[in-house]
């Protein structure tokens, strides 16, 4: 996995100590769910995202090298992708953890986005 893709870049506004569980996030295009776990693992650093409506009964999970800015006053997160994107992505099933295999296979989708 590139360490790009799966760590937050230095400066998005992530502090580890800090829970993002409930943020707002929005792809470049619009609103695409809330935060609902996150893990900040070195090297293995991503976001799970409830869609809601959205795409109904589905979350995505977004690498951290995906989040532009995090903003823990008005609770947002800001992901460089588009909705469109996000949608195209390997489907994820909530699981406790995620397999590597998944992981792989996502990497491989949005790596050539970086």
Sequence with gaps: MSEQL?????????????????YTVQATDGKIGKVDRHSAEVDAAYLVVDTGPWIFGRQVLLPAGTV???DHEERTVLVGRSKDEIKGAPEFVSEHEVPADYLDSLGTYYRPMI
């Design 6 to 22: 799966w760590n937050h870049h230095p400066d998005n506004g992530d502090l580890a100590d800090r829970d993002i569980i409930g």
């Design 68 to 70: 532009l800015r995090i």
